[in-house]
Every structure is written in structure tokens, then in C-alpha cells.
Antibody, heavy 118, light 112 residues
Framework: EVQLVESGGGLVQPGGSLRLSCAAS????????MHWVRQAPGKGLVWVSR????????SYADSVKGRFTISRDNAKNTLYLQMNSLRAEDTAVYYC???????????WGQGTLVTVSS | QSALTQPPSASGSPGQSVTISCTGT?????????VSWYQQHPGKAPKLMIY???KRPSGVPDRFSGSKSGNTASLTVSGLQAEDEADYYC????????????FGGGTKLTVL
């Protein structure tokens, strides 16, 4: 059974940092591109970042470029999102999602809440 | 990087059909046959309902169907059931040089 389990969310002050993790199981993690998608309270889904299967290629939404870094450890079957210089508008539930191909997200984690507030 | 355009709400009575539109550009919806639709119930993670415009993953009822014409994709839910009440989001591949994936703003489907 495919499982994606996010962790690392919490309350952080503006300007602070946080690292999210997404533990994958039930499939060959190293064969899949992975993404982070976020959802602000009461708002819609917003794509955040993508990493290819071996970690050699990444992309980011304009809103997080230069502040967030996506990475993966295929030996640990884990996806990461390092978030720096956090702003109030980064407050959201962050989901990791498996990319079956061309942005088709066939499995999602349960999400982890990040709250940026003083 | 603009979001795809969806109506904020849609509704229908049990047994009826409802269609939700999703409008993009030639750089996303119109340029690729990689439109997906997701269902999200409150407090839950999104669930893939339609991929590659009109394909259904295993386990998704055939009451759900998708189509595309030009820059606009559509999701049709036939034979509405109470459990179909949820938020629905479209998404489209936008090219790896162009911010991989773009989502619509979401449509709240109400079963009357």
C-alpha cells in the first residue's frame, strides 16, 4: 500500500525556518518525481515545488523561489522541504504528492500544518 | 503563473448531472492532454478523480467523466449522490520549464 506521511509542521515566527519531511513507503520511491502542494486555511490548492526522481532537477513557484529548497534522500525514502525566511502568507497545510507522470498526483499525504505567526 | 479559472460553486439535486469548467491557456490546458481533477472533502487530502483529461483511476465511479475543448476542461458528475458534495480542483501540466503544474481555484459542489 502506498503511503506518504508528512511531518515537521508547527508554529514558527516570521523570518524563521522549518524543515518538512515526507516519508514514503509501499512503492519504489526513487522512480518517481515528487511535489509539494500547499493549501492556506479556507483557500485552494497551490503547487509549491517539484523534484525529479534522482534529485538532479527542481522547480519552484515564484512565491517561494529563493526561500524554499526541495530535496530527497532516496536511500531513506524521504522527501524534504526546507523553508527559510517564512512569512505569514506561507501559513498553510503542506501536502507531499507522488507524480505518476506529467503532474498527475495519484497519491497524497495527509498534510502537515505550518503556521507563521508572532 | 496564473491559476486556472473555475466557478466558485456548483450545485445539483440527487440524481442530476452537474458540469464544472476549468479554463486555462494554450500554455497549460490547451497545450497538453494532462488535465487532472481532484476531489477534496473537508479536512481530508485531495483524491485523484480524473487524469489525462478523461481517464478514471481504478475505484472512481463512472459517474465521473472529463473532457476538454481548446483551453477549457470540464468535469461532469452524473447521477449526483450526497457523498459527491466536496471541493473539486482541476490541474494541468504546464511544462517543466514553465512551473510544472497549475491548479484551479476550486469549485464547491453542493448536493441540494
Amino acid at each position: 500500500e502506498v503511503q506518504l506521511v508528512e511531518s515537521g509542521g508547527g508554529l514558527v515566527q516570521p523570518g524563521g525556518s522549518l524543515r518538512l519531511s515526507c516519508a514514503a513507503s509501499g512503492f519504489t520511491f526513487s522512480s518517481y518525481w515528487m511535489h509539494w502542494v500547499r493549501q492556506a486555511p479556507g483557500k485552494g490548492l497551490v503547487w509549491v515545488s517539484r523534484i525529479n526522481s534522482d534529485g538532479s532537477s527542481t522547480s519552484y513557484a515564484d512565491s517561494v523561489k529563493g526561500r524554499f529548497t526541495i530535496s530527497r534522500d532516496n536511500a531513506k525514502n524521504t522527501l524534504y522541504l526546507q523553508m527559510n525566511s517564512l512569512r505569514a502568507e506561507d501559513t498553510a497545510v503542506y501536502y507531499c504528492a507522488r507524480d505518476d507522470d506529467f503532474g498527475i498526483f495519484d497519491y497524497w499525504g495527509q498534510g502537515t500544518l505550518v503556521t507563521v505567526s508572532s | 503563473q496564473s491559476a486556472l479559472t473555475q466557478p466558485p460553486s456548483a450545485s445539483g439535486s440527487p440524481g442530476q448531472s452537474v458540469t464544472i469548467s476549468c479554463t486555462g491557456t494554450s500554455s497549460d490546458v490547451g497545450g497538453y492532454n494532462y488535465v487532472s481533477w481532484y476531489q477534496q472533502h473537508p479536512g481530508k487530502a485531495p483524491k485523484l478523480m480524473i487524469y489525462e483529461v478523461s481517464k478514471r483511476p481504478s475505484g472512481v465511479p463512472d459517474r465521473f467523466s472529463g473532457s476538454k475543448s481548446g483551453n477549457t476542461a470540464s468535469l461532469t458528475v452524473s447521477g449526483l449522490q450526497a457523498e459527491d458534495e466536496a471541493d473539486y480542483y482541476c490541474s494541468s501540466y504546464a511544462g517543466s520549464n514553465n512551473f510544472d503544474v497549475v491548479f484551479g481555484g476550486g469549485t464547491k459542489l453542493t448536493v441540494l
